[in-house]
């Protein structure tokens, strides 16, 4: 039976990553750097990748990295959700990362994975956010000619202003291939577009005869591609249960302090039924995740399933969250200067990202030979 708690090493490095987040990553700073045209936290994510070895978590030691497992990298996500961080973490070091790794363990694929490990560059994947996996399809946009470079358009890329490199799925003549693009290049253009999470900003990225290097051919990266998306479904199940988590504290705290007619808001007993019924899904979300992740770090075959069940279930349970965080917070959850939108927004987002939970319901079904669920 797989041991789904929380090793001594993991709850170490919980603690660091929500020290790090408690002491740069206030809602106060969040909420400023929303109104400004830099979103992201750079110093803060200089310290989480570089200083703390969070980008590095998944990589192994002879790749230059902490030798560490998935496992460890869902906890990271877990406390970024749970402070609505500003950071690329999930572009970088999950989607970009883990297509890197899943190419041979040699040339410039693996010195560019080396320097993502080190927090030296910052990097994403060039696909729509909203792309799931198990589609069968190799989700791109780009053709590649026979120079290498790279024409076409790619909507709604997380993480995509601030990388220093984009990996970019294209078709080429001999089929698909993924090519390295450096923020820096000629005949690129990234123009931000409106999102509704305001920690995680989306771009467009147009390519019109951009210079790129191919990293891998049809051989390899259909499959790389494959597995940084499902890996990237199952990890958000985690940054998804950070955020109900917080949404769940931030909530029984302020019922137990708010009054009304004489009494705690929270002694109300249709109050306590809503929170307890949240707090079992709380439960059921953790469950889901830890498992998601930990057959994503074995190698488990039945990964897939485990990250359709995770991203269907946790997906929505965040939006429930945040929504309840706001409703039950009455006025004061409904301002700007309250962090409730900050979640609510960022489930919604996180809800069709990497796919939607029907869509992973779908799959399930597929999956385990049940019937398709009907609306």
Known sequence: MTDLLYSEIEEELRSSVRALLADRCPHESVLARCETPEPYDRKLWRALARDLGAASLAVPEEAGGAGASVREVAV????????????????????????????PGSGEAAELLAALASGERTATLAVPLSTAPGTGAFPTAVRADSAGTLTGTVTSVAD?????????????RDGPGL????????????????SLDLTRPLADVTLAGTAARRLAGPGDAPAALERALLTGAGLLASEQLGIAEWCLTATVAYLKDRRQFGRPLGSFQALKHRLADLWLDVAGARAAARYAADTLAGGDPDAPVAVAVAASHCGDLAVRAAEECVQLHGGIGMTWEHPAHLY???????????????????ALADLVDLPAPTA
């Not at 202003?161 to 970019?168: Q, T």
Request: a neutral charge; proline letters at 7%; hydrophobic letters at 55%.
């Open 76 to 103: 990271v996500l877990e406390e970024l959700g749970r402070a609505a961080a500003p950071t690329p973490y999930l572009g970088s070091a999950v989607l970009a990362g883990t297509a890197l790794l899943a190419l």
């Open 160 to 172: 995509a202003a601030v990388a220093d490199v984009l990996l970019v799925p294209a078709e080429g």
């Open 179 to 194: 090519y390295a693009v450096e923020a820096s290049a000629a005949a690129l253009t990234v123009a931000p577009r409106t």
């Open 344 to 362: 609510l927004k960022r489930a919604k987002a996180d809800q069709i990202a990497l796919g939607t939970p029907d869509r992973h319901r779908t």
